[in-house]
């Protein structure tokens, strides 16, 4: 079992920054991948970026230039680096990881941190 806490959810307004962390209870070297999601209300959970375990970063086209993806494996914790913030990108951000448990492709979610941006 991988255990999830995001941090840094906030209210900013529009064009403002914010820094969404991602701790884990494992060494994310040992994870398949992490990545970002976010839910706004009424709207389906959406992949926002995502981030291999050899660095390789991925992101939505919704957020690609705003948006960074990192990793500190010291401190086994993901981030997401958001930029230029809009109204649309308002909603619940989760942190999920993807790891390997008896041949079996596994994730973990954790609870979610809200973001809203104001207009």
């Known amino acids: 079992q991988v255990q999830l806490v995001e941090s840094g959810g906030d209210l900013v307004q529009a064009g403002g920054s914010l820094r969404l962390s991602c701790a884990a209870s494992t060494t994310i070297s040992s994870l398949t991948g992490m990545g970002w999601y976010r839910q706004a209300r009424g709207n389906q959970r959406e992949w926002v970026a995502s981030?291999?375990?050899?660095?390789?970063?991925d992101y939505a086209d919704s957020v690609k230039g705003r948006f960074t993806i990192s990793r500190d494996n010291a401190k086994n914790t993901m981030s997401l680096q958001m930029n230029s913030l809009k109204p649309e990108d308002t909603g619940i951000y989760y942190c999920?990881?993807?790891?390997?448990?008896?041949?079996?492709?596994?994730?973990?979610w954790g609870q979610g941190t809200q973001v809203t941006v104001s207009s």
């Open positions: 999920k990881a993807t790891y390997w448990r008896l041949g079996s492709s596994l994730g973990s």
């Open positions: 981030i291999t375990s050899a660095g390789i970063t």
